[in-house]
């Protein structure tokens, strides 16, 4: 395939003078002198080698290296051995993926070759991050830096004030001691600790430390320095950080009106018809604040959520809620978009509402101070405390709105698979989960039945638009 292109020997004059046609995204300059290999500019000037050849049959096409940092020269002795592993069957990116997988290897050689008497966990628990951070997710793998971070650092957090800094993770203090020292004793004295403070977060590190204990006892080279029974499984640890309380926070079919009467009057619409959406929807927080405008099916009307388990899943879009997002702005991506964070602190209102009296102006009630970083809100915690203080529902969380959805189905007995169906939740039964598909309008004609009630007992009087019916068919004799 290479011997059909135009080629041309490269120098350096021609290498310097070749550049991207006006209206092409790039442009390549083959060499006469090396099997392979070419030149490729982009219109903005960048210029690199690459290799390109042929193996059983697939075109391989193999990035050398900028310009700027390798010679002619060069380039052409790289190009050669990549077309000589080529004739011999060997496709350099199996190679490529082998080396890093040795370098990966070595790595965890050398933490390993570094036993001593004065091992930390902390050192012990790098290696063990870079061995299985290929096999974890995303989340899985910030579980474990949170939960070991040492603090200090300037807190990012939304409001925190310059100065404020973020607090050691829960297996901070561990991190500092010898490996030979992690006995089950010193475990449970940080559990007795942890367990006061902060009992759920101790929890979670406490599960990451004892699969990393048990990870430890199947190498060697840590084996040997700990205990043969894994000293994190003891009675006592267990007994210390308790167990997790069951989450009860749902609105009851009384409290829809005052809760909906809040809600209405927070003066971010697109707070207000985020907390409406997770309601009516039962979609997790997330899910329902990572919503794009692509996302949503104006003329199919469905609304597909990117789900954590499954990855995506589609919903309906009811009436109201198509009501609620077609009445957003369109400012980005994000369907809840946020143009502007805002300084609700008490300080700053009352140095704004003086400074408007003195000018005879209305006291702004949320004073503008700075854009947001991606463009979209986050979990709005603060807004929905305030508007839940105001109708007496203090205690309900983001995610008890999502309890809440499954509770309230209940007065209406629809179907248990459908209602998780919706929310996202696993098949529970095996009927569910090898028998039943329920196509987008199925459920549609449940979720808007759900949507109906809850607004009626909301006390909220919504009316869709009617819809256009088609002309009747007739009987032709």
């Known amino acids: 395939m290479t011997s059909t292109k135009s080629r041309t020997r490269l120098t350096a004059g021609r290498v310097e003078g070749f550049t991207c046609p006006p209206g092409k995204s790039q442009a390549f300059l083959w060499d006469s002198d090396a099997p392979g290999l070419l030149l490729r500019v982009t219109p903005t000037g960048r210029k690199t080698y690459a290799f390109e050849g042929r193996l059983r049959g697939q075109t391989i096409r193999r990035t050398i290296g900028e310009v700027k940092a390798w010679g002619i020269e060069q380039a052409r002795a790289e190009a050669r051995r990549l077309a000589v592993a080529l004739d011999a069957g060997t496709d350099p990116r199996e190679v490529e993926r082998e080396q890093e997988a040795q370098r990966v290897a070595e790595q965890v050689t050398e933490a390993a070759d570094a036993l001593a008497g004065g091992l930390t966990v902390g050192e012990a628990w790098d290696a063990y991050l870079i061995e299985r951070q290929p096999l974890w997710g995303a989340l899985h793998y910030r ?40 006995d089950s004793a010193t475990i449970e004295r940080w559990a007795a600790a942890e367990g006061k403070v902060r009992a759920s977060s101790a929890r979670l590190a406490w599960r990451l430390l004892t699969v990393f204990l048990t990870w430890c006892g199947e190498h060697p080279q840590y084996a040997a320095i700990l205990p043969q029974q894994n000293p994190a499984k003891t009675r006592k640890t267990r007994e210390a950080l308790g167990r997790p309380g069951v989450k009860s926070d749902v609105l009851t079919r009384e409290q829809l009106p005052a809760w909906f009467t809040q809600v209405s009057k927070i003066q971010n619409p697109c707070i207000a018809a985020a907390l409406q959406v997770m309601l009516l929807t039962g979609a997790r927080p997330g899910e329902v604040l990572s919503m794009r405008w692509e996302d949503v099916n104006l003329q199919w009307k469905g609304i597909s959520i990117r789900d954590k388990i499954e990855g995506t899943r589609e919903i309906p879009l009811t009436p109201y809620v198509e009501h609620l997002l077609c009445a957003l702005p369109r400012r980005n991506e994000w369907v809840f978009s946020s143009a502007y964070a805002l300084d609700m602190s008490e300080h700053n209102i009352k140095r704004r509402a003086t400074k408007s009296a003195r000018k005879g102006e209305a006291a702004p009630l949320a004073p503008v101070v700075n854009r947001s970083a991606d463009g979209r809100i986050s979990e709005p915690n603060t807004p929905h405390t305030r508007a839940c203080k105001a109708a007496g529902l203090e205690g309900l969380t983001l995610h008890g709105l999502r309890r809440s959805f499954a509770s309230l189905t209940e007065w209406l007995e629809i179907p248990a698979g459908v209602v998780a169906q919706i929310q996202g939740h696993k098949p529970s039964a095996t009927a569910e989960k090898h028998y039943k598909r329920r196509p987008l309008d199925l459920l549609r004609l449940h979720h808007e039945r759900i949507e109906t009630w809850v607004l009626a007992q909301a006390g909220l009087k919504f009316e869709a638009k009617a819809k256009t019916e088609p002309a009747a068919l007739q009987l032709v004799a």
């Open 143 to 182: 579980d474990h830096l949170d939960k070991a971070r040492p603090g200090g650092e300037q807190s990012k957090r939304r409001g925190a004030k310059k100065g404020v800094k973020t607090k050691p993770g829960p297996l901070a203090p561990l991190m500092r001691l010898k490996l030979s020292e992690l």
